[in-house]
Nanobody, 127 residues
């Protein structure tokens, strides 16, 4: 059974940085495309960043380009989201998700690509 566990969220001030981690157990991590989603109260879930199985191809939401970086360590079976220059509008619950059916070069971007989800970690950015 595939399990995803996020960590690294917290309360920070605008302009600060955070690094989220998502440890994956079960399955074959190197065969998963991975993504980070977020959902703020009253808003729809949105894909923030994603990367393909070897980490060489990425996708970013326009509003986080240049500030967030997604990366993965296949040996540690972990995906990261490094968030710099945080803004109050980045406040949300952040979820990592695994896409086991994508082929090597494809970056998963459709929520239906993702079969496994973590429980989420809260990020709160104060102004």
């Amino acid at each position: 059974q595939v399990q995803l566990v996020e960590s690294g969220g917290g309360l920070v001030q605008a302009g600060d940085s955070l690094k989220l981690s998502c440890a994956v157990s079960g399955g074959t991590f190197s065969r998963f495309g991975m993504g980070w989603f977020r959902q703020a109260p009253g808003k729809e879930r949105e894909l923030v960043a994603a990367l393909n199985r070897n980490g060489r191809n990425t996708y970013y939401l326009d509003s986080v380009k240049g500030r967030f970086t997604i990366s993965r360590d296949n040996d540690k079976k972990t995906v990261y989201l490094t968030m710099n220059s945080l803004k109050p509008e980045d406040t949300a619950a952040y979820y990592c998700a695994a896409a086991p059916r994508v082929i090597l070069l494809v970056v998963p971007t459709n929520p239906s690509d993702f079969d496994y989800w973590g429980q989420g970690t809260q990020v709160t950015v104060s102004s």
